[in-house]
């Protein structure tokens, strides 16, 4: 049996998005005071729906030719490897510098109280091999940028960057050094959504991202900025003014 799908503003929806987003945790004040922190973890005690979740990045690249899956350390090692595997594909741990041993090529990146830097194995990736970047969460596009950077000095090329969350975006035309963004849902605002029985909200949300419609953050050098947006989800609209920072699982702004 089809489970019919749920219409959300004219657009229809895959049911398991709604499970998806609901089984994701929104932290306040975590890691520092302002910060609303997307907690994957409680998604991963349901083996259904991160069973639904790694399902829906399969259906979308099992006729694209992947040759390799590339994870971000830490949390692209969760979602990467049973990818990789369903997609009969290698897997490539991008990961943070000194913890990879023999020869590996770096990329050093900027965030925003920062600098870090990603390695990978040299002889990982082969000349003109197809690969699928994977992390849990885009918002200002500086580490997928970092990875891209990576991947292509080896020689292979960048098909997609595929993540579990982002920032809400306005069409498919987001890009992080010309390479396509793909995420299953929003970044989570469940505190800010007030009475669910209200059907809908107005307001704006402040928040640091640079990723959104149309935007290449290659053109800026990956430079946050503040901007205001209206964030929808569930079909809602938030009607609480915030800051908002979008941090990875090592308290980096990501």
Known sequence: MVEKKEINNGVELDPRLKAITSSIRVVPNFPKPGIMFNDITTLLLKPKVFKDAIDMFVERYKGM???????????????????????????????????????????????????????????????????????????????????????????????????????????????VNGKPVHFLVDCLMHELLGNPSQTKQTALVKTRAIMHSGFDASVSGAHQRQFLIAWVLKGYTINAPTVLDVFDGNGNSC
């Not at 870090?116 to 500086?142: K, N, S």
């Open 65 to 175: 030719h992947i040759d390799a899956v590339a994870g971000i350390e830490a949390r692209g090692f969760i979602f990467g490897p049973p990818i990789a595997l369903a997609l009969n594909a290698k897997f490539v741990p991008l990961r943070k510098p000194k913890k990879l041993p023999g020869e590996v090529i770096s990329e050093k990146y900027v965030l925003e109280y920062g600098k870090d830097c990603l390695e990978m194995h040299v002889g990982a990736l082969q000349a003109h091999e197809r690969v699928l970047i994977i992390d849990d969460l885009v918002a200002t596009g500086g580490t997928l940028s970092a990875a891209i950077s990576l991947i292509e000095r080896a020689g292979a090329e960048v098909v997609e960057c595929a993540c579990l969350l982002g920032i809400p975006k306005f069409n498919d035309s987001c890009k």
